[in-house]
């Protein structure tokens, strides 16, 4: 086994902190490099860092922030710190401050993790679990299956090994908050990671009252992640049906050939909306080899839009007429969306580790 790193960002802490510091130090599998990143805590909370440095001295090394960043710019922080002056280490091992996880677990995670994948300790959401944590889990779990097909059964655990190959990546995330984690998961398989879950011991101290997760405001940041993944693609998708319908109307006959000039009208236009759209805010990546990868795979689904479009409106119905025709673009475009959405995420807009 190799060595790990361990990153614990910490706001406003109590003595549980200093439990849990101690545990790591008395399990012998667990590195000992251990960064505890102080993100902004308030002057009643110093002793707690007082004690921590006067009890392990430079075996944890802190770093403070001036003010309340965010866990996603204090997890940043603690992850370049890492990146410069420990690169020799495997992965970095993310727990929270809380006493949510317990070091028992850790290890467990350590044996199962590989070069290239994201570790993630998962918590099972029973009746038992505090209705604010198991909601919120719950809800995020079905959305991120919905719109991005990932199967993970807990996207809001704090209990993560990451490789050290993901880093770089991670660094590039302008997200501070809680959604830094959630987008992590999104980026895993872009960035050919696997996801390996390992279930670990669900705890809940004082109905999770420690936790600095606001329900509304932070659940809202982590769903407009999945969100972007489906909203992009549904305007795209609007606007070239609207224009398909629009240019066909103009031409006046509904035969192949019109329906071909009709898809290349709409498509090119609507085509240049989706690519500056999920170039910008969905899959971050710029560039011109993006940009022929996204021109072929167009070009591709242009022609294919078209010919399935004029073989569903014709075996359906051989009257033609405009609304028919626009019905069966819609159908032969839903299928082709959901297609063109894996080619792009899998293969146009990869991410590529540093």
Partial sequence: MGEFGVLIPALNPDEKLLHLLEEIFSEQQIAQYVVLVDDGSDDM???????????????????????NLGKGAALKRGLAYFEKWFPMVQGVITLDADGQHAVSDVVRLMDKFEPQALVLGCRT????????????????????????????SDT??????????????????????FEFEFKML????????????????????????????????????????????AMTGIVSFLLDVGLFAFFLFLLGRENLQNVMWATVGARLTSGIVNYGLNRQLVFGHE?????????????????????????IAHTISQSGNVGLVTIA???????????????????????VAA
């Fill in 329 to 351: 673009k819609l159908i032969g475009d839903f299928i082709l969306f959901l297609i063109s959405f894996q080619i792009q995420k899998h293969i146009v807009f990869k991410a």
């Fill in 186 to 229: 999104l980026e895993a398989k872009a960035a050919d990671l696997k996801i390996i879950e390992v279930p670990i011991e669900t705890i809940y101290i004082d109905d999770n009252a420690s936790s600095h997760f606001r329900v509304i405001h932070d659940s809202f940041a982590i769903y407009a992640q999945s969100l972007k993944f």
């Fill in 125 to 152: 959401f029973s009746e038992d679990i505090p209705f604010r944590s198991r909601f919120g889990n719950v809800l995020t779990n079905r959305l991120t299956r919905l719109f991005t097909g990932l199967n993970i």
């Fill in 287 to 311: 560039g011109q080899q993006t940009l022929i990868k996204y021109a072929i795979l167009m070009f591709v689904q242009m022609l294919a839009s078209g010919a399935l479009t004029y073989l």
């Fill in 156 to 177: 809001q655990t704090g209990l993560r090994i990451i490789p050290m190959s993901y880093v770089p990546t991670l660094l590039t995330f302008s997200e501070d908050h």
């Fill in 45 to 67: 909370h110093s002793e707690i860092f007082q004690e921590i440095q006067k009890t392990f001295g430079q075996k944890v090394i802190v770093l403070r922030n001036l003010s």
